[in-house]
C-alpha cells in the first residue's frame, strides 16, 4: 500500500548507508534519475550528475541533517543526460544506530521541474502585469511629451514661410522621428496591455523598405542586408505597427544569430494557396497570401528546439539576456491576423522564417495625414489638459487654422470654464488623465449642464474600448496622443 501511495505521487525512495557510502534506489527513483542500479552505487559518484552549483548546498544539509537529525531537504539540478537537466526535490530522515551514531539515511526524490516552470512562468506573469501597469504610465508622460513636439514642429513652416530646403528636411526628419518614437510606445502598449490595434490597408512594401533602413543603421558592418520584393505585391489587412514588429523582432533574431557577420535576406512575393498546399501545410487555409521570408546565413537552430521556439519565455541566448518573448509575440500577431508561419533551419548554415498573411483587394485608403488641412469658421473650442505644453501649442495651432479656443488645465476648471461660454462653445477638447477632478467625471458634469455637447476625448493612453463602451458619457470621436495638426482639425471637423 505504501509503494502504491509512493507511485501515485510520483515518488521514488533511496536509502544511503552512511557507513559504506553506498545508495540504493528504488525502480521508481531509478526512473526518476534516468539511470540503473550499477550507475550509482555510492553517493560521490551520484552527487557528478548534481549541478556544480548545488552540490555544496546538498553536502551543507547532509551534514545539518546528520549533526542535528533534522529534516533532509534540498531542491537541485539534476543532469538526466547530456546537458539536459531536471529539478528534483529530496527529502531523507537520519537513522542511528544502538550507539547513537548515523547509520542510514531513508527518504523520497520527486521530480520538480514541471512545478518549477509554472512557477517561474507565473512570477514572470506577475512581472509583465507589472510591467503593463508600468508602461501605461510611462506610455502617458512619453505621449505628452511627444506632442508638443509633433505640433511644433508641424508649426514650424507655417511661422517660417522662407525656411530653406535644409532645414525644411531636418524638420522632416525631427518629424518622422516624432511619429517612430510613438509607433515605439505602441508597441510597448500593444504588447504589455494586448491593447486592441486599428486594422487598415497596410503595404508590406513600405514596411520592408523602413526595416532595412533600421538593419542597415544599426546592425553590425559586418551584416549585409539585402531585399527583394515584387513590384505588384498584394496589401493585407492589419495593423502596420504590429506588423512592423513582427519583422523587427524576426531581423533582430536573425542579427543575433550571426555574431561573425553574414547576410539577411528579406523577400515577399505574392502565394495563392490551393487545396494541395494545405494537405501539405496544415496549419494553412486556401486563399491569398502576402509571403515575406527573412533569412539569415547564421548559426542555426537546432532540431530539439524547433518545435519550442515559439513557446513564451524559451530562449537560446543565455547570458546575451533573451526574454524568451519575441517570437512568441511575433506568431501571436501572425495568427491574430488569420496568418501561419513556419522555418526551416539547419545547424550551422542558417535559418529562414516565412510569414504568411491574408492578402486584401482593399485599396489602401488616403489617411488623415495626406488629406488637405481643414481650416475652421472661427467656432469656439474648449481645450482642457493638465500638460501646459500641450495646452499652448494646441491653442496656437487651432488660432493659426481660424478658432478661437479657451484652456482649462483641470476637471474644475474646464466645468467653470464652459458654464460661462456654453453657448458660444462648439466642441470641447477633454483630456481624460487630469488632477483635481479627471476628464471622465468633468464630462459627465458638463453633459448635466447641456446633453448635447460635443466632446472630444484625448489620452496618451489607449480608452477607445472604455470610453465608447459606456453610453453614459456619449463621446463623439477619440483622439490619441501624441497626435498631429491634420489630425486634431480633422477630428474636430468631422465632429462639429
Known amino acids: 500500500q505504501l509503494r502504491t501511495a509512493l507511485d501515485a505521487a510520483a515518488m521514488g525512495t533511496w536509502i544511503w548507508e552512511v557507513d559504506g557510502n553506498r545508495v540504493i534506489l528504488s525502480e521508481r527513483s531509478q526512473s526518476i534519475l534516468n539511470c540503473t542500479p550499477e550507475d550509482f552505487d555510492t553517493l560521490d559518484v551520484l552527487l557528478e550528475r548534481i549541478h556544480p552549483e548545488d552540490r555544496p548546498e546538498i553536502k551543507e544539509r547532509a551534514k545539518r541533517a546528520i549533526r542535528t537529525g533534522e529534516l533532509y531537504e534540498v531542491e537541485t539540478r539534476f543532469q538526466v543526460s547530456g546537458d539536459r537537466y531536471r529539478w528534483l526535490v529530496t527529502r531523507g530522515h537520519i537513522l542511528l544506530n544502538t550507539q547513537g551514531q548515523p547509520k542510514r539515511m531513508i527518504g523520497v526524490v520527486a521530480d520538480i521541474t514541471e512545478r518549477k516552470r509554472l512557477a517561474e512562468q507565473f512570477l514572470r506573469n506577475q512581472r509583465l502585469e507589472s510591467l503593463g501597469s508600468l508602461a501605461g504610465g510611462v506610455a502617458h508622460d512619453l505621449n505628452n511629451i511627444l506632442t508638443p ?28 522621428n516624432v511619429k517612430r518614437g510613438s509607433a515605439l510606445v505602441q508597441q510597448v502598449l500593444s504588447f504589455a496591455k494586448g491593447i486592441e490595434g486599428k486594422h487598415v490597408i497596410v503595404q508590406i512594401k513600405h514596411l520592408i523598405r523602413d526595416i532595412k533602413q533600421i538593419a542597415a543603421e544599426t546592425f553590425p558592418k559586418s551584416i549585409e542586408v539585402q531585399t527583394n520584393v515584387v513590384s505588384n505585391l498584394w496589401t493585407v489587412k492589419g495593423d502596420a505597427t504590429q506588423i512592423h514588429q513582427i519583422l523587427l523582432n524576426m531581423v533582430i533574431n536573425a542579427r543575433d544569430a550571426m555574431p561573425d557577420g553574414g547576410l539577411l535576406h528579406i523577400s515577399a512575393v505574392n502565394l495563392s494557396v490551393n487545396e494541395e498546399y494545405v494537405r501539405e501545410h496544415p496549419q494553412a487555409h486556401v486563399g491569398s497570401y502576402v509571403a515575406i521570408s527573412i533569412s539569415d546565413t547564421g548559426v542555426g537552430i537546432p532540431k530539439e528546439n524547433i518545435e519550442q521556439i515559439f513557446e513564451p519565455y524559451f530562449t537560446t541566448k543565455g547570458e546575451q539576456g533573451g526574454t524568451g518573448l519575441g517570437l512568441a509575440t511575433v506568431i501571436n500577431i501572425v495568427q491574430n491576423h488569420g496568418g501561419f508561419m513556419d522555418v526551416v533551419s539547419q545547424t550551422g548554415q542558417g535559418t529562414q522564417f516565412n510569414v504568411f498573411l491574408p492578402a486584401t483587394e482593399a485599396v489602401e485608403s488616403e489617411s488623415i495625414e495626406n488629406r488637405s488641412i481643414p481650416q475652421g469658421e472661427g467656432e469656439l473650442v474648449l481645450l482642457v489638459d493638465d500638460e501646459a505644453t500641450i495646452r499652448e501649442i494646441s491653442k496656437a495651432s487651432l488660432e493659426n487654422h481660424n478658432y478661437k479656443v479657451i484652456t482649462a488645465s483641470d476637471g474644475i476648471e474646464a ?56 453610453r453614459n458619457l456619449s463621446i463623439k470621436s477619440f483622439l490619441a496622443k501624441p497626435y498631429t495638426t491634420q489630425a486634431l482639425l480633422q477630428t474636430i471637423r468631422d465632429v462639429i
Open 149 to 176: 513636439i509633433m505640433m511644433s514642429v508641424q508649426l514650424l513652416p507655417l511661422t517660417l514661410p522662407q525656411i530653406n530646403p535644409r532645414s525644411q528636411e531636418l524638420i522632416q526628419m525631427l518629424e518622422n
Open 415 to 470: 466645468v467653470a470654464s464652459y458654464v460661462k461660454n456654453r453657448t458660444e462653445i462648439a466642441v470641447v477638447l477633454m483630456n481624460m488623465m487630469m488632477p483635481a477632478m479627471d476628464g471622465t467625471t468633468a464630462i459627465r458634469t458638463i453633459q448635466k449642464i447641456n446633453s448635447e455637447v460635443k466632446i472630444i476625448a484625448i489620452s496618451g493612453r489607449n480608452f477607445t474600448s472604455q470610453i465608447f463602451s459606456d
